[in-house]
């Protein structure tokens, strides 16, 4: 069965930070895209990141970059969402996506065929 796994969500204080980890079983993470994505309640889901498989490209959206950061165990089959500085506003579920191989860098949810369940990143004092 293909599918995607995240953990490490969890309630942190404000200026905390998390690392959000997800691993794929049934396929190799390492030749798709990659994508993660976000969404708190009673919004639209909202990308964060997207790598690039065959370019390597990686994009941060404005609202996390320079506190959130991408890194990948290639060894593992894992890759992971680095968070700091985190807020209130970051309060949401974060997902993992998988695109194919061609995918080149977008936000585009309908681009990513494999989605995690979520794990819940809760921000408050």
């Known amino acids: 069965q293909l599918q995607l796994v995240e953990s490490g969500g969890g309630l942190v204080q404000p200026g905390g930070s998390l690392r959000l980890s997800c691993t794929a079983s049934?396929?190799?993470?390492?030749?798709?895209?990659i994508g993660w994505f976000r969404q708190a309640p009673g919004k639209e889901r909202e990308g964060l990141l997207c790598?690039?498989?065959?370019?390597?490209?990686?994009i941060y959206a404005d609202s996390v970059k320079g506190r959130f950061s991408f890194s990948r165990d290639r060894a593992a089959n894992m890759v992971y969402l680095q968070m700091t500085n985190l807020k209130p506003e970051d309060t949401a579920v974060y997902y993992c996506?998988?695109?194919?191989?061609?995918?080149?860098?977008?936000?585009?949810?309908?681009?990513?065929?494999?989605w995690g369940q979520g794990t819940q990143v809760t921000v408050s004092s």
């Open positions: 790598v690039s498989r065959s370019s390597g490209t990686t």
């Open positions: 049934g396929f190799n993470l390492n030749n798709y895209a």
């Open positions: 996506a998988s695109g194919p191989a061609s995918l080149e860098c977008d936000f585009t949810e309908a681009h990513y065929h494999y």
